[in-house]
């Protein structure tokens, strides 16, 4: 009886090994097969570099206008968030961020019309977004900690609409042609980044330094030389002046400022 049981017991071990083996082989090939389907969705999206160009110009946005909000319109600060976008996005888009420098891009030829398109809608759907995202966490703090409100736009002050739009305008120049810069530099990152930094750091201390006797409220901005920053800001309305300083001033910045990068480079000789 004893060895009976003794055959018994080792059959009985001998039943467990291949359910063990059969899991650890079924696990196997799940986790081969994820990332078999993971490997076939990038090989789709290098297939369709379009669709990432628009997602990181997405990311990108909504990223810029979240750092413009938390630290109220700053220069200095919204440089350096600048730089750590082009580092991150900057080889996949251009990093324009910004629907004015796509349009230039797009009036000049460095991109084609369709991703002009779909650049500019992915800028304002991540400026919204990142509107609603800060909205829903303001609202969502306590009394003690919550601010007032969001970073807005200012009231456009009556008599001093041409400043303002050659503020825009002129700040949105500057801007484009440290992109311009950038987007030659493209494969150099680092130089690329601190270019378009750069860029935007004058543009704001130009334009509000233009503007800022016309500032008559707190936590407020006048110039953005952004029009999806303008929109998050509630800049825009169905008026003549918020259209033409928001949208129009910046959307010709930015062509004058890539056509004059293009001019200058086509004139740049070797210094010896």
């Not at 079924?26 to 097969?33: K, L, P, R, V």
């Not at 997602?55 to 990223?63: K, N, Q, R, S, Y």
Request: charged residues 10%.
């Amino acid at each position: 009886m004893a060895t009976k049981t003794a055959i018994s017991s080792k059959k009985k071990s001998t039943n467990k090994k291949p359910q063990a083996v059969t899991s650890t082989v079924e696990a196997t090939i799940d986790s081969t097969g994820a990332k078999s389907s993971y490997e076939s969705f990038c090989a789709k999206l290098k297939e369709m570099p379009i669709i990432g160009a628009i997602l990181a110009e997405f990311i990108g946005t909504f990223l810029l206008v979240v750092a413009i909000f938390a630290v109220q319109g700053q220069p200095l600060y919204i440089a350096f968030a600048l730089i750590a976008i082009v580092l991150l996005v900057g080889k996949v888009s251009g990093a324009h961020v910004n629907p004015a420098m796509t349009i230039g891009a797009w009036v000049t030829r460095k991109i084609k019309g369709f991703q002009a398109i779909g650049y500019i809608a992915a800028q304002s759907i991540g400026a919204v977004a990142a509107w609603a995202t800060l909205n829903a966490f303001l609202h969502g703090a306590s009394a003690a900690t919550a601010t007032s409100s969001l970073y807005h736009a200012a009231t456009i002050t009556s008599g001093k609409e041409w400043t303002i739009f050659l503020a825009e305008l002129l700040g949105a120049l500057i801007l484009a042609l440290g992109l311009a810069t950038a987007l030659r530099l493209k494969k150099a990152s680092v130089k690329a980044a601190f270019s378009y930094g750069f860029a935007i750091l004058v543009a704001l201390l130009f334009s509000g330094w233009v503007t800022s006797m016309l500032l008559t409220e707190s936590n407020t901005g006048l110039t953005f030389i952004n029009p999806a920053v303008a929109i998050a800001a509630n800049g825009l309305s169905f008026k003549m002046w918020p259209i033409a300083i928001y949208i129009i001033a910046p959307a010709i910045g930015g062509i004058l400022g890539f056509a004059i990068q293009d001019f200058l480079e086509t004139q740049t000789t070797d210094i010896k």
